[in-house]
């Protein structure tokens, strides 16, 4: 490919679901009581829902589970202005910079005012491909890994940024939604989080079994 498709990008365009909608082709939008409870018992159950909303239909096939007693946590040592989000209500999306250049977007779950999220660190992109592709600059054309699979990628197809912390994705009208089209992933598999120094053998990381979008798993070179 010699460069991203010459299509506009839709961060502003109707949900593809219809604004509004609730029932259709996308499933029911997932109810908060869903989001409550331990971060390990919540993160899997993400797996197979879709977000629908700026252009795109996505499927979650990879997430990451961290909690105010984790130490890889933001919230570890406490609430702050810019880990707010993450003390609830559930089905916030949390969004932070990554390392001065990803934003990474989480579904705050739990009870309200308990720390926790679940980060989302890979995608299937379902419908809204030539949008996913401009916004990875081309890159990702022929592997679903490279578009979607990782949360830095996962940031650039959503088209995150800071402003978005706060969203509320179980809002039909929020402009980009949770939804639940009753597909459920045949297995899912448990591992170490990627990249993590604290808590580095903690199995809070869940995936679809053999999913070409699912990301590489890193080990810190100090954990």
């Given at each position: 490919m010699?460069?991203?498709?010459?299509?506009?990008?839709?961060?502003?365009?109707?949900?593809?679901?219809?604004a509004?909608d609730?029932a259709?082709?996308f499933?029911e939008?997932?109810p908060?009581?869903?989001l409550?409870g331990?971060v390990?018992?919540v993160?899997?159950d993400?797996l197979?829902?879709l977000?629908?909303?700026?252009?795109?239909?996505a499927?979650?096939?990879?997430?990451?589970?961290?909690d105010?007693?984790?130490?890889?946590?933001h919230?570890?040592?406490?609430?702050?202005?810019a880990n707010a989000?993450?003390?609830?209500?559930p089905?916030?999306?949390?969004?932070?910079?990554?390392?001065g250049l990803h934003?990474?977007g989480n579904v705050a779950?739990?009870?309200?005012g308990v720390?926790?999220?679940?980060?989302?660190?890979?995608?299937?992109?379902?419908?809204?491909?030539?949008?996913a592709l401009?916004?990875?600059?081309?890159?990702?054309?022929?592997?679903p890994?490279?578009?979607?699979g990782?949360?830095?990628?996962?940031?650039?197809?959503?088209?995150?940024?800071?402003?978005?912390?706060?969203?509320?994705?179980?809002?039909p009208?929020?402009?980009m939604v949770?939804r639940?089209d009753g597909?459920r992933?045949?297995?899912v598999v448990t591992g170490?989080?990627?990249g993590?120094?604290?808590?580095?053998?903690?199995p809070w990381?869940?995936?679809v079994?053999?999913?070409?979008?699912?990301s590489r798993?890193r080990?810190?070179?100090?954990?």
């Open positions: 010699s460069g991203p498709p010459d299509v506009p990008d839709p961060v502003d365009m109707p949900d593809p679901a219809g509004g609730t259709g082709e499933g939008p997932v908060a009581e869903r409550v331990p390990e018992r993160a899997p993400l197979g829902l977000l629908v909303g700026r252009g795109l239909v499927r979650v096939v990879e997430v990451e589970g961290y105010e007693d984790d130490p890889a946590s919230t570890h040592h406490g609430r702050t202005d989000t993450m003390f609830g209500p089905g916030r999306l949390y969004v932070y910079l990554s390392h934003h990474c779950v739990g009870p309200r720390g926790a999220a679940v980060l989302l660190r890979a995608l299937a992109v379902e419908r809204g491909g030539p949008v401009r916004r990875r600059e081309g890159r990702g054309a022929d592997d890994r490279l578009l979607a990782g949360p830095g990628r996962v940031g650039q197809v959503l088209a995150l940024d800071r402003a978005d912390d706060g969203l509320d994705l179980l809002d009208g929020a402009g949770l639940d597909q992933p045949a297995h170490p989080r990627v993590v120094r604290l808590a580095a053998d903690r990381r869940w995936w079994a053999d999913h070409p979008a699912v798993y080990r810190h070179p100090r954990a």
